[in-house]
């Protein structure tokens, strides 16, 4: 089970790694949320955050089944009727 374990913590290694740049304004934003919040781990923050964004977004985009079809039960125009 050892084994297992172990292969399942080298899948989650973090070994990329991405560089941000902020502008001063952005900088003091967040050193200040840090202190506000006291947040010590600045990386797991900014990791979280970035994930939560990306996988809300995820969720907005999902394909629907009806997504290019007409709505049924949306009120009628009437001075379109094709019947």
Do not use: G, V, W
């Not at 506000?36 to 999902?62: C, G, P, V």
Request: proline share 5%; charged share 35%; glycine share 0%.
């Amino acid at each position: 089970m050892k084994r297992k374990n172990k292969k399942k913590e080298e899948t989650l290694k973090r070994i990329h790694r991405k560089s941000i740049l902020f502008n001063k304004r952005e900088l003091n934003a967040i050193n200040h949320y840090c202190r506000k919040y006291k947040i010590k781990n600045r990386s797991k923050f900014m990791r979280e955050a970035i994930i939560t964004a990306i996988l809300r977004q995820f969720d907005e985009d999902h394909p629907s089944l009806f997504e290019d079809q007409p709505n049924l039960f949306a009120p009628s125009n009437p001075s379109n009727k094709n019947y």
